[in-house]
């Protein structure tokens, strides 16, 4: 059930990366059960065809699935101007494709590190770059990046992305500066653990789950749909005066430190 009116993006188009699995296939589905139609990207072709299939089936509304890695930036060139030419427009872009794992830095290869800066920051300045090119530096729009909490804390075996999500932080303030005056506003959420993603399978060990959740000050991980309806904030008009800002959503998660300090 949404806080949000069902037309809340009535008429809108957005391109989703990373929107064929997890938080930002919730994004796409919050976007879209609130009006928009929507374009989503990953390198894989036969996961976003399923998820485009089930997303518009569930919501009635279009959904394209193109397959681009957003490390190429004519690969994602192409996919923002397929949302202009069959979808009309370009209104909001949301920038979640990542990759992580765990590792240490002292064994970190330098290609392990470039590999996930090129993903996560590249690929949100690739796509940024392109729905401006687009649309938005016409016609105005918004850019929400999903970011993380890693390095506000320095937690350990993510110096890879944690150094990626803190220049997405700061690319998020570069651009909200530089386009503000184009109409387009930049922000960025800051998911902390997000119950059932590929992500928390990942990075929580599940011998620390439990001992995590209690710590939280809100008792409990965060949802899909809880990350889709703070995107919808950002996105709608009621944060119009809304840019350059990293809104946290994680019931408090990132105050209490590194989920590592509690392995002992
Ligand atoms: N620990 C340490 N290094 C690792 C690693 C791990 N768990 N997984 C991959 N790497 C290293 C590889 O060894 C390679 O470095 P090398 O050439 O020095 O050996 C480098 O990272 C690139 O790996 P590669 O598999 O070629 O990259 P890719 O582009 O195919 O895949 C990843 C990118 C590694 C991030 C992959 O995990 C991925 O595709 N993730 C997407 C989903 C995801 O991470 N979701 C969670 C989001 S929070
Ligand atoms: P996920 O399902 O693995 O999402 C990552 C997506 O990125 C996948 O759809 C993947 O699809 C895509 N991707 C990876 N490399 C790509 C590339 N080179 N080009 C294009 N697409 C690529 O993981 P998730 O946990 O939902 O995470 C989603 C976002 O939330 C990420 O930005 C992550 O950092 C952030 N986040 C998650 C959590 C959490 O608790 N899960 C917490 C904080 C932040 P393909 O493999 O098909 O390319």
Redesign the pocket.
Known sequence: MSSFRDDLLAGQVALV?????????GIARALMAHGADVII????AE??ADAAAELATETGRRCIPAA????DAAAIGAVAQRAVDELGRLDVLIN?????FLAPAATLSSNAFRTVLE??TV?TFNASRAAFDAWMKRNGGTIIN????LHYTGVPLQAH?GAA?AAIDALTRHLAFEWGPSGIRVNAI?????GD????KR?LPPAMSEKLRKRIPLQRF?T?DEIGEATLFLASEAARYVTGAVLVVDGGAWMIGSPMDMLG
């Open positions: 990366t990373g929107g064929g699995s997890g938080i930002c296939k990207t990953s390198r894989s996961r976003l681009a890695d957003v490390r979640g494709a990542a990759g992580n993903i996560d690929g999903v970011s993380a909490t992305a999500k800051a998911p902390g653990p997000i993603t590929e992500g928390m990075l965060g899909v």
